[in-house]
């Protein structure tokens, strides 16, 4: 994979697994997180326009994310490495919530410096809870 986990990323709370992945690293990484992670519970799905990033929460409040090479609406290896992502957190039976988020907030996110102040900013965005994740994986 790309970089390593990004020491920054401590500062927010947040582990990223690493930044700017091509679409295949990022699924990838995905698989990395539900298979040696324990206790995930929930997977946000924080997404810009078509574009998307994931975001691992565990039993204990600790917060996993892959960003980069997921997107929708398009054929593309960006969309079919984000719908196979979706299938095995599906599988995994973690809680899939989705969250709008703005340009600014997606870019800090995917370049890994997100701040604490900036997630509990997200947290307070409108969650999608129903099957929207559904149609990602079937476009």
Not at 19 to 24: G, N, R, W
Not at 66 to 88: K, M, P, Q, T
Not at 112 to 119: A, I, M
């Amino acid at each position: 994979m790309a970089n390593k986990t990004d020491p920054r990323s401590h500062a927010s709370g947040i582990r990223f697994i690493a930044t700017f992945l091509s679409a295949h690293e990022s699924y990838k990484a995905v698989q990395l997180v539900l298979q040696s992670e324990e206790c995930l519970k929930i997977a946000y799905i924080l997404t810009y326009e078509n574009h998307h990033c994931i975001l691992f929460e565990n039993d204990f409040g600790e917060m996993i994310a892959v960003n980069s090479g997921f997107a929708s609406g398009y054929g593309g290896a960006g969309h079919a490495a984000f719908s196979r992502s979706l299938a095995a957190i599906k599988f995994h039976h973690l809680e899939i919530n989705e969250i709008l988020i703005p340009e600014k907030l997606f870019q800090k996110f995917q370049a890994g410096l997100l701040s604490g102040n900036e997630w509990k900013r997200i947290e307070r965005l409108k969650k999608i809870k129903h099957a929207t994740y559904v149609d990602y994986m079937l476009d």
